[in-house]
């Protein structure tokens, strides 16, 4: 069992696919996109699956494959088929765009669930924040997902004066589809020219929504352990949406994620800079078990040891870190 030294369980792998995308949504993808680097620095498909099953021997129960856009990466069915024999739940993140090509592959590997990114209902809106446009694939592989039995949970990255005008419209798709949205507060990384008050924060949310609702018309859902959002359901509606609070309300205290980058190094937090190079060790024979072990020992309380809105606030500490594309969100 992966225990910290709070005694937080780490039980929930993230793995990076590739660092590469299809899309260049403005707030993860670097104006000048990511460095061009060699194939050889990045993990192959059966070294994907290798750290995959020494995480499972350590206790990881749930393994979600994310990016970089995940479903670009030619040998993506195969690492899905793969790693769907693992005794994990296995689950994915993914722009929409590719999904039509991937139905059979999701099913045959158990995957029950599809997390799709999606921030505005309106296309040329949403072809300026992924500076491509691919909107109606996106809408369609949606639709798609639901009528094959998927349950969807979209994830929209709120941002003022961008898209927040949107969030009763998202809330109402889950009146008759059984959509699960999140709402996500707008995170500082590398190259996204963050600032606080570019974000809709959870509290400003919750407010349009519960005006719009009836603040006694949002049902509070149950916290399951180690969720990020706070849900809610309204009476009547199929679906539910949730708030991602990661800037204003973080979630540290009951966090279990690990996260393995496309290039094979670990971080035990989105924000830290410090990372734990798995790849080379792998690829020398080592046993890496022990150096994942030290890692989640180190990991701080809160955000990488920001524990204030301040430290969030200064852009040296977070434009240390990598760009979310290259993270794996
Ligand atoms: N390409 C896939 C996708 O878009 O779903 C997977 C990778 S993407 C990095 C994973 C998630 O991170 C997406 O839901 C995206 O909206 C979110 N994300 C990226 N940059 C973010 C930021 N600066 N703040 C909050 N969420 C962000
Ligand atoms: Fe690509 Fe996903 Fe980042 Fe958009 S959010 S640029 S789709 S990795």
Not at 36 to 41: A, D, G, P, T, V
Not at 104 to 123: E, H, Q, Y
Not at 146 to 160: D, H, I, Q, R, T
Not at 226 to 244: K, Q
């Amino acid at each position: 069992m992966l225990l910290d030294s709070f005694g937080r369980e780490h039980n929930y792998l993230r793995i990076s696919l590739t660092e590469r995308c299809n899309l260049r949504c403005f707030y993860c993808m670097p104006e000048d996109g990511v460095e061009l680097r060699e194939k050889s620095e990045f993990m192959s498909n059966e070294e994907v699956i290798q750290m995959a099953q020494t995480f499972v021997q350590l206790g990881v129960k749930k393994i979600r494959l994310t990016g970089g856009e995940p479903l670009i990466r030619k040998s993506a069915h195969d690492i899905i088929r793969e790693l769907g024999k693992l005794n994990v739940e296995l689950a994915i993140t993914t722009n929409g765009i590719l999904v039509e090509k991937f139905i059979d592959t999701f099913r045959s590997a158990g995957i029950t669930s599809v997390n799709v990114s999606l921030d505005s209902l309106k296309p040329d809106r949403l072809a300026a924040i992924c500076r491509k446009d691919y909107s109606d694939r996106i809408y369609r592989n949606i639709q798609l997902l639901l009528n094959e039995g998927f349950l969807v949970k979209l994830n929209m990255v709120v941002m003022a004066g961008v898209n927040s005008d949107e969030l009763v419209d998202f809330v109402e798709l889950s009146k008759d589809k059984p959509l699960h949205v999140r709402f996500i507060e707008f995170m500082p990384f590398n190259g996204n020219d963050w600032n606080l008050s570019k974000g809709t924060s959870y509290q400003e949310m919750m407010q349009v929504i519960s005006a719009h609702y009836g603040a006694e018309n949002l049902i509070n859902m149950p916290e399951k352990e180690n969720d990020t959002a706070r849900c809610y359901a309204i009476d009547g509606f199929e679906g539910t949406f949730g708030v991602i609070g990661s800037v204003t309300h973080p979630f540290c205290s009951s966090c279990n994620r690990i996260r393995v980058t496309a290039d094979g190094k670990m971080k035990n937090c989105l924000f830290s800079t410090s990372e734990t190079d798995l790849l080379a060790p792998l690829r020398n024979g080592e046993d890496i078990s022990q150096l994942i072990g030290d890692s989640i020992q180190s990991k701080k309380a809160q955000r990488a040891g920001m524990n204030s809105l301040d430290d969030l606030l200064d852009r040296s500490k977070t434009d240390a870190n990598r760009s979310m594309v290259s993270i794996g969100g």
